[in-house]
Nanobody, 129 residues
Framework: QVQLVESGGGSVQSGGSLRLSCAASGYHPNNYCMGWFLQRPGKARERVAMFSMDGRTAYVDSVKGRFTISQYSARNTLYLQMNNLKPEDTAMYYC???????????????????????WGQGTQVTVSS
């Protein structure tokens, strides 16, 4: 059984930093996309940052240069380092994963959350001005 468990959310002031973690268990695909979506109240989930098994990454324009996605494979843990946080980053952040065909890479990671198989329970990030 695949489980994704997020941690690291919290409340910070504008300009502050947080590091989100996603611990994966029971997940051993041949290739995958793993990453982070955010969801604001009453809105659909939005893709933030993705990581594919070959180590490539992709970011939404609004977080480029501020957020960094990385993975510590030995611990099956995915991270999202969030720097220079802004009030508009306030949202629930979800870790997610989907299997990919073996020769696919991060550019093939779906934009729509509906296409992802596995989700964590979410962790709240609140940024005050």
């Amino acid at each position: 059984q695949v489980q994704l468990v997020e941690s690291g959310g919290g409340s910070v002031q504008s300009g502050g930093s947080l590091r989100l973690s996603c611990a994966a268990s029971g997940y051993h695909p041949n290739n995958y996309c793993m990453g982070w979506f955010l969801q604001r109240p009453g809105k659909a989930r939005e893709r933030v940052a993705m990581f594919s098994m070959d180590g490539r990454t992709a970011y939404v324009d609004s977080v480029k240069g501020r957020f960094t996605i990385s993975q510590y494979s030995a611990r099956n843990t995915l991270y999202l380092q969030m720097n220079n946080l802004k009030p508009e980053d306030t949202a629930m952040y979800y870790c997610t994963a989907v299997d990919l065909p073996i020769d696919y890479t991060v550019t093939h990671c779906p934009m729509s959350g509906r296409l992802y198989n596995y989700w964590g329970q979410g962790t709240q990030v609140t940024v005050s001005s």
